[in-house]
C-alpha cells in the first residue's frame, strides 16, 4: 500500500459497487454470475484501478467480496424485516428488537422470540441458529425462520424435510418467500 484510502475514495467505490449490485439483484443472481462480476469490477479503472493504488491487485477481489459486498447483503436482509414480521404474523407484531444478530441474520424480539432468516440455500445454518439462539436464552423461544428464495429454487421434497426438522426442533413457523 502506497498510502491510506480516504473514507471519500472507499465511499464512492462502494456506491458504485452497490448501485450495480441493486441492478443485477445480487442477492438472487448465481454464484458463478457473481464471479464474472467479482472480475469485472476487480478490472474497472473506477473500483480496481482505484483500488490498486492502495493494495496488492491480488487482494482487490476479496475486498469486493468480503467489505463492499457482504455489507450489502446483510443491508438488503435488514430491508426485508418488516416483511417477514408481517408474514410471521400477530405474536411478532408490535415487539420491540431486543438483539440483533448476524451470521446468519436473525433478531430476538422482547419476550425471548428468536428470528432468522436469510436465503433459502442456507436453510440449515438458519434452521440450527433458531434453535440454539433460543436454547441458550432464559424462556427463549425459537418463533420462525424465514427463506428467501435466492437464485434456485428450492424442491417440494427439500421444503417438506425442513418443515418436519423445524417442527421436531420446536420452531413455531417456518416459511419460504419467493
Known amino acids: 500500500m502506497n498510502e491510506a484510502m480516504t473514507a471519500d475514495i ?4 462502494k456506491d458504485k459497487v452497490w448501485a450495480k449490485a441493486q441492478e443485477l439483484g445480487w442477492e438472487k443472481i448465481s454464484h458463478s ?3 464474472k462480476w ?3 469490477w476487480s478490472k474497472d479503472k473506477d473500483v480496481g484501478g482505484v483500488l490498486s493504488r492502495y493494495m496488492d491487485t491480488r487482494s482487490i477481489r476479496v475486498y469486493i467480496k468480503d467489505t463492499l459486498l457482504r455489507p450489502y447483503l446483510r443491508t438488503c436482509l435488514e430491508k426485508s424485516w418488516e416483511q417477514v414480521r408481517l408474514l410471521l404474523g400477530a405474536e ?3 415487539r420491540t428488537v431486543v438483539s440483533r444478530m448476524e451470521k446468519p441474520h436473525g433478531h430476538i424480539l422482547e419476550g425471548g422470540l428468536v428470528i432468522c432468516w436469510g436465503n433459502s440455500r442456507d ?3 438458519l434452521v440450527i441458529s433458531a434453535y440454539e439462539r433460543a436454547y441458550a436464552l432464559d424462556k427463549g423461544i425459537a ?3 424465514a427463506l428467501l428464495e435466492s437464485e434456485k429454487r428450492t424442491d417440494c421434497q ?8 423445524a417442527v421436531r426442533l420446536g420452531i413455531a413457523n417456518i416459511y419460504w418467500l419467493e
Do not use: F
Open 10 to 13: 472507499r465511499e464512492k467505490i
Open 33 to 35: 454470475e457473481k464471479s
Open 38 to 40: 467479482y472480475e469485472k
Open 92 to 94: 411478532a407484531e408490535g
Open 123 to 125: 436453510w440449515k445454518s
Open 143 to 145: 418463533y420462525g425462520v
Open 158 to 165: 427439500t421444503k417438506e424435510m425442513v418443515s418436519d426438522l
